[in-house]
């Protein structure tokens, strides 16, 4: 008997090994049971999964080592998500023990004990349908859609179905989301809710434990990871009927599952941007229809990918139109700020209309995606500009801090007091962040408090709920914000919303900007006017008349997204195609692309063998990245584009194997990007 072992680290292939000396007792299928392995030149042992049992090896007896331990007694995972870890390996192209490394909590992947912990088992356990008191629902009377909603997400239980739940940001989504679970619950079944940030949206999560007084297992990267395990211990063993997440709580196993909700499910944090490349809207898609599960997505501004399925029929859409409760569309005024005198990038007309809202007793935010006070710094005599020397891009000014920040690499120096080139002049700062921003409106508006939200001034929960709880008390103030602020908040007294500078996705390389633009716009727009007051949005542009802002202006998201549809058929772009990136790095100047090159010859040689002559996929590059260097690494890609996902994975299986057998593979660091969400 021969076992198949996945390795938990990041090496490609399983790995054949001889049962444990005192063998496997017979009533056992050891299938899915964690073991420790010896592994290349460790003289520790490496974690493994038994994969499969075969009655044969390809490797020579006298090679084969033996398992030193098993140590589960029952597979660490449902077999369901056994296949989910399998399909992840396919779809992503990563090693095997990679995609179980995503299952399972860090405690078993180096080989510790699957027993609750400590600390848990002086708790005592009931089982979770007696634990379950049936939850309170608030007192609020549901509109005939959020009616409509519920009743088909309840009649789908029990069967996989795909929902895209839409509806504009405070038209009640959540509130269908909180009644479907009710009737999830009381089927003694869980619910899982993927959320795409709960650090930056504490609000959300207090709306689930208010709603219910049942334990909700939470699993996001911000709690420790003792504590991670108790609640991943929770959802596993049907303790927990919620269980709340970010994107890597799509795998977290569950006894009874019932449904899944992805929140948001056009955020790009639900993309892993590090090690395995996984979508985890996607993953959980496949794991819903493993599962037998319906899934929710829920949005004000769906994904193309995901309005795309719906025309093809594969998703169910349910429309919430209105706003719930008493709430009004905001008005939307457009500026060209060429047009009028600009302050810091705040026209003149934005100017009094802060101020009007201010005197109204009414909060107003203004959004920039910009930190720091200023872009960059500059030499009016010689055209010097201080650029970041590990990567290609320059280096943001931070006034407070005196200091010049580079926002990918974090480095961080001092400014130099005259130009280092040609020593003319001091540098001048161009460009504004929200630092800059701040310091005008403070001195415009000195009797109002001016609350900042960004990654500079907020750098752990705690600053964050304090700035949060200073919003919430209504009181009339500026909120200054980047990205951080555009998710999931809900603030009552909020009027008024100035978009500033978005002029930058009209002209990225990134076919996708244009879709997340609409998206900002109409998620930052949302938080206007979200009660009784009527909200206005500011929007200040180079391009007014530009036909895409003009459709999402008069015409809405869907009209918006269905005109990027129109252009993505036309250019033959995703959705209509499907991509994969071959990511390519390397400290060495020309190693990336080298290794790219050879990945590209290679196919072309076997595009002449007759078995490739009916798959048909489309490679261009390898190109360099659009910031090519990056923490001190020179990157490059490969575009690997069908129409037909299968012909798309054929490909780059058969490529994959080249490289594995090539020493060019160790040339560079190299990775596959399955569905791509951005340009890098
Ligand atoms: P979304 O998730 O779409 O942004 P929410 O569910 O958060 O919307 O609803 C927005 C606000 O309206 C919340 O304060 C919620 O409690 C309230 N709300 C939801 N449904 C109704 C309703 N039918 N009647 C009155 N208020 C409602
Ligand atoms: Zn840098």
């Given at each position: 008997?021969?076992?198949?072992?996945?390795?938990?680290?990041?090496?490609?292939?399983?790995?054949?090994?001889?049962?444990?000396?005192?063998?496997?007792?017979?009533?056992?299928?050891?299938?899915?049971?964690?073991?420790?392995?010896?592994?290349?030149?460790?003289?520790?042992?490496?974690?493994?999964?038994?994969?499969?049992?075969?009655?044969?090896?390809?490797?020579?007896?006298?090679?084969?080592?033996?398992?030193?331990?098993?140590?589960?007694?029952?597979?660490?995972?449902?077999?369901?998500?056994?296949?989910?870890?399998?399909?992840?390996?396919?779809?992503?192209?990563?090693?095997?023990?990679?995609?179980?490394?995503?299952?399972?909590?860090?405690?078993?992947?180096?080989?510790?004990?699957?027993?609750?912990?400590?600390?848990?088992?002086?708790?005592?356990?009931?089982?979770?349908?007696?634990?379950?008191?049936?939850?309170?629902?608030?007192?609020?009377?549901?509109?005939?859609?959020?009616?409509?909603?519920?009743?088909?997400?309840?009649?789908?239980?029990?069967?996989?179905?795909?929902?895209?739940?839409?509806?504009?940001?405070?038209?009640?989504?959540?509130?269908?989301?909180?009644?479907?679970?009710?009737?999830?619950?009381?089927?003694?079944?869980?619910?899982?809710?993927?959320?795409?940030?709960?650090?930056?949206?504490?609000?959300?999560?207090?709306?689930?434990?208010?709603?219910?007084?049942?334990?909700?297992?939470?699993?996001?990267?911000?709690?420790?990871?003792?504590?991670?395990?108790?609640?991943?211990?929770?959802?596993?063993?049907?303790?927990?009927?919620?269980?709340?997440?970010?994107?890597?709580?799509?795998?977290?196993?569950?006894?009874?599952?019932?449904?899944?909700?992805?929140?948001?499910?056009?955020?790009?944090?639900?993309?892993?941007?590090?090690?395995?490349?996984?979508?985890?809207?996607?993953?959980?898609?496949?794991r819903a229809s493993l599962e037998g599960c319906p899934i929710v997505l829920g949005s004000a501004t769906p994904s193309l990918e995901t309005l795309h399925n719906v025309k093809q029929g594969k998703y169910t859409p349910v429309t919430l139109p209105n706003r719930a409760g008493n709430a009004t569309a905001s008005r939307v005024t457009l500026i060209n700020p060429r047009n009028e005198k600009t302050v810091s990038g705040i026209s003149e007309t934005l100017r009094h209309?802060?101020?009007?809202?201010?005197?109204?007793?009414?909060?107003?935010?203004?959004?920039?995606?910009?930190?720091?006070?200023?872009?960059?710094?500059?030499?009016?005599?010689?055209?010097?500009?201080?650029?970041?020397?590990?990567?290609?891009?320059?280096?943001?000014?931070?006034?407070?801090?005196?200091?010049?920040?580079?926002?990918?690499?974090?480095?961080?120096?001092?400014?130099?007091?005259?130009?280092?080139?040609?020593?003319?002049?001091?540098?001048?700062?161009?460009?504004?962040?929200?630092?800059?921003?701040?310091?005008?409106?403070?001195?415009?508006?000195?009797?109002?408090?001016?609350?900042?939200?960004?990654?500079?001034?907020?750098?752990?929960?705690?600053?964050?709920?304090?700035?949060?709880?200073?919003?919430?008390?209504?009181?009339?103030?500026?909120?200054?914000?980047?990205?951080?602020?555009?998710?999931?908040?809900h603030f009552k007294n909020l009027t008024l919303v100035g978009i500033l500078d978005i002029d930058a996705a009209f002209y990225s390389a990134d076919f996708r900007s244009q879709e997340r633009l609409g998206q900002l716009i109409m998620q930052v727009g949302g938080r206007a006017g979200r009660e009784k007051h009527q909200g206005e949005i500011v929007l200040q542009t180079h391009f007014p008349e530009h036909p895409l802002l003009t459709t999402l202006l008069t015409s809405?998201?869907?009209?918006?997204?269905?005109?990027?549809?129109?252009?993505?058929?036309?250019?033959?772009?995703?959705?209509?195609?499907?991509?994969?990136?071959?990511?390519?790095?390397?400290?060495?100047?020309?190693?990336?692309?080298?290794?790219?090159?050879?990945?590209?010859?290679?196919?072309?040689?076997?595009?002449?063998?007759?078995?490739?002559?009916?798959?048909?996929?489309?490679?261009?590059?390898?190109?360099?990245?659009?910031?090519?260097?990056?923490?001190?690494?020179?990157?490059?890609?490969?575009?690997?584009?069908?129409?037909?996902?299968?012909?798309?994975?054929?490909?780059?299986?058969?490529?994959?194997?080249?490289?594995?057998?090539?020493?060019?593979?160790?040339?560079?660091?190299?990775?596959?990007?399955?569905?791509?969400?951005?340009?890098?």
């Amino acid at each position: 008997m021969f076992l198949q072992i996945a390795i938990l680290s990041p090496v490609f292939g399983l790995f054949d090994y001889l049962p444990p000396k005192d063998g496997l007792s017979a009533d056992v299928l050891p299938i899915g049971l964690r073991v420790l392995v010896p592994f290349g030149q460790k003289s520790t042992a490496t974690t493994g999964v038994i994969i499969q049992i075969k009655d044969s090896s390809d490797c020579p007896l006298n090679k084969l080592k033996q398992i030193t331990a098993i140590l589960d007694t029952d597979p660490v995972l449902p077999s369901t998500l056994f296949h989910l870890s399998q399909w992840v390996c396919r779809y992503y192209h990563c090693p095997p023990g990679e995609a179980w490394n995503l299952f399972l909590p860090k405690r078993l992947r180096s080989g510790k004990t699957n027993a609750w912990p400590l600390r848990a088992g002086k708790k005592k356990h009931k089982d979770h349908s007696s634990t379950t008191v049936p939850t309170v629902s608030e007192a609020i009377q549901l509109n005939e859609y959020q009616v409509s909603a519920i009743d088909r997400i309840r009649d789908s239980l029990g069967k996989f179905n795909t929902f895209l739940l839409e509806g504009i940001t405070g038209s009640g989504k959540t509130e269908v989301y909180l009644q479907a679970i009710e009737s999830v619950i009381k089927q003694g079944k869980q619910a899982l809710i993927l959320v795409p940030e709960i650090a930056l949206t504490p609000q959300t999560l207090s709306r689930f434990e208010q709603r219910f007084s049942c334990t909700l297992a939470v699993l996001h990267s911000g709690v420790s990871e003792a504590t991670r395990f108790y609640h991943w211990k929770m959802a596993t063993e049907g303790l927990a009927p919620i269980v709340i997440g970010t994107r890597s709580a799509a795998f977290v196993p569950l006894k009874h599952p019932g449904l899944f909700v992805v929140d948001e499910e056009h955020d790009l944090s639900f993309k892993q941007q590090t090690g395995v490349r996984y979508h985890a809207r996607d993953v959980l898609l496949m794991r819903a229809s493993l599962e037998g599960c319906p899934i929710v997505l829920g949005s004000a501004t769906p994904s193309l990918e995901t309005l795309h399925n719906v025309k093809q029929g594969k998703y169910t859409p349910v429309t919430l139109p209105n706003r719930a409760g008493n709430a009004t569309a905001s008005r939307v005024t457009l500026i060209n700020p060429r047009n009028e005198k600009t302050v810091s990038g705040i026209s003149e007309t934005l100017r009094h209309k802060i101020s009007e809202h201010l005197a109204n007793h009414r909060q107003v935010l203004l959004f920039l995606n910009r930190r720091g006070y200023a872009a960059l710094l500059y030499c009016e005599s010689c055209g010097f500009k201080a650029r970041c020397k590990r990567c290609d891009a320059s280096l943001v000014y931070h006034h407070k801090k005196n200091c010049l920040k580079c926002h990918h690499c974090l480095s961080t120096t001092t400014p130099p007091t005259a130009c280092p080139k040609c020593q003319a002049t001091p540098l001048k700062p161009v460009g504004i962040g929200t630092e800059k921003i701040e310091k005008t409106v403070s001195e415009w508006f000195p009797e109002y408090a001016i609350v900042r939200i960004d990654r500079d001034v907020i750098q752990h929960p705690e600053a964050l709920q304090s700035a949060l709880s200073t919003i919430h008390t209504g009181v009339p103030l500026i909120i200054l914000g980047t990205q951080m602020i555009s998710k999931g908040h809900h603030f009552k007294n909020l009027t008024l919303v100035g978009i500033l500078d978005i002029d930058a996705a009209f002209y990225s390389a990134d076919f996708r900007s244009q879709e997340r633009l609409g998206q900002l716009i109409m998620q930052v727009g949302g938080r206007a006017g979200r009660e009784k007051h009527q909200g206005e949005i500011v929007l200040q542009t180079h391009f007014p008349e530009h036909p895409l802002l003009t459709t999402l202006l008069t015409s809405g998201y869907k009209a918006f997204a269905e005109a990027l549809l129109a252009e993505r058929m036309a250019m033959e772009l995703p959705p209509y195609t499907h991509q994969i990136l071959w990511q390519a790095e390397s400290k060495h100047a020309t190693r990336a692309n080298e290794l790219l090159t050879w990945i590209k010859n290679k196919s072309l040689s076997l595009m002449r063998q007759p078995e490739f002559n009916t798959r048909h996929v489309h490679i261009m590059g390898p190109v360099p990245a659009l910031m090519e260097k990056k923490i001190g690494y020179y990157r490059a890609q490969l575009v690997v584009q069908a129409s037909d996902r299968k012909d798309l994975h054929y490909w780059i299986d058969r490529l994959l194997a080249e490289l594995q057998a090539s020493p060019i593979r160790t040339s560079a660091r190299w990775v596959i990007n399955t569905d791509p969400q951005e340009v890098l």
